[in-house]
């Protein structure tokens, strides 16, 4: 299968060498001196739990030109990112994308490339369980257990899986078909906007939160928040047991949450709250529509973007 991978981040890097060993021809777009580092050194990846390196030779380029025709593209940037590859993918005469991360506005992407194409385009939307950071070199630290995404479309079953399947059918990598996709990311966006939040304002300093009992309360009040604003929007949690844990069983939350900011391997995952303050704009308009009070999420939203913009300021 010819394989494009549209970004050659942690988690972009990671699909790619998957989708190498599964034996696919996979090229990956990069630019500036990330294209630099993969023309030189190839794929480099150190799998931080399985203690082993690897190195995978792919195809690179720095542009996506309309003609160019791959059987299936992965876009997987940070939220903040898509909107400006939009308009390229709408322009290529490939069919079918799958976008891959953290989306609070699947349903407008999606119509943005069907009124913008001039093929018909199939889309899905995925989310990789996968972490890591970019060494200075270029190498790639992957944190993960196994190979997996979530992968779903907005519009029943996704018209091209035969094509996905075939795709990762050697790989060791696991893809989870999800029924309400759209619900799934939201859901999943509740906890990542406060937490990063919270590593955010803290300078991601984990030990010092797994230390800071009120931090860790108001990560999971905002949770709580969030969700009630999905809720009263119809939307249902996915998966339902991060209700349960904010509400009925909050002294275990509050306890994992401990456990988890002491993990040494927390340094090793990248954050960035640009990300997080368009998912933040975003979720705003989510807010109004279902017209609750969200006290605790407002002043978390307040705080870490005040902080975001003093930064550039000074």
Excluded: C
């Excluded at 290529?92 to 994308?97: A, D, M, R, V, W």
């Excluded at 990762?168 to 859901?187: P, V």
């Excluded at 906007?193 to 300093?205: E, R, T």
């Excluded at 989510?286 to 605790?296: F, G, H």
Aim: no cysteine.
């Amino acid at each position: 299968m010819k394989v494009l991978i549209f970004g050659a981040g942690v988690l972009g890097s990671y699909l790619a060498h998957s989708l190498v060993k599964g034996g696919n021809d996979v090229t990956v777009l990069a630019r500036s001196k990330r294209y630099e580092q993969l023309k030189q050194d190839g794929l480099v990846i150190r799998h931080y739990f399985q203690r082993k390196n690897t190195v995978d030779s792919v195809n690179i380029i720095d542009k996506l030109e309309q003609d160019d025709y791959y059987d299936l593209i992965f876009v997987v940037m940070k939220y903040n990112q898509f909107p400006s590859v939009l308009p390229v993918l709408a322009q290529n005469i490939s069919k079918n994308i799958v976008l891959v991360g953290n989306n609070a506005d699947s349903a407008n992407m999606q119509r943005f490339l069907n009124e913008n194409s001039n093929v018909k385009k199939n889309i899905a939307f995925g989310f990789q369980l996968s972490g890591g950071k970019r060494e200075e070199s270029g190498r790639i630290i992957s944190i993960r257990g196994g190979g997996q995404m979530v992968i779903g479309s907005l519009e029943g079953d996704i018209p091209f899986k035969a094509t996905l399947e075939k795709a990762f059918k050697e790989a060791k990598y696991k893809l989870t078909y999800h029924d309400h996709i759209d619900g799934w990311l939201k859901s999943h966006l509740i906890p990542i906007v406060a937490m990063n939040s919270i590593h955010y304002l803290n300078n991601f300093d984990f030990k010092k939160i797994a230390n800071d009992k009120n931090a860790l309360l108001q990560m999971i009040s905002a949770m709580d928040e969030g969700f009630m604003v999905l809720e009263k929007l119809g939307y249902k949690i996915d998966p339902a047991f991060q209700v349960k844990l904010v509400r009925r069983y909050r002294n275990i939350a509050y306890h994992g949450l401990k456990i988890f900011h002491k993990l040494p391997m927390n340094n090793m995952i990248e954050g960035s709250f640009s990300e997080i303050e368009a998912i933040y704009r975003t979720f705003d308009q989510l807010q109004k529509e279902a017209n609750i009070s969200t006290p605790i999420w407002d002043d978390l939203k307040k705080q870490s973007i005040d902080q975001y913009r003093d930064e550039f300021i000074h």
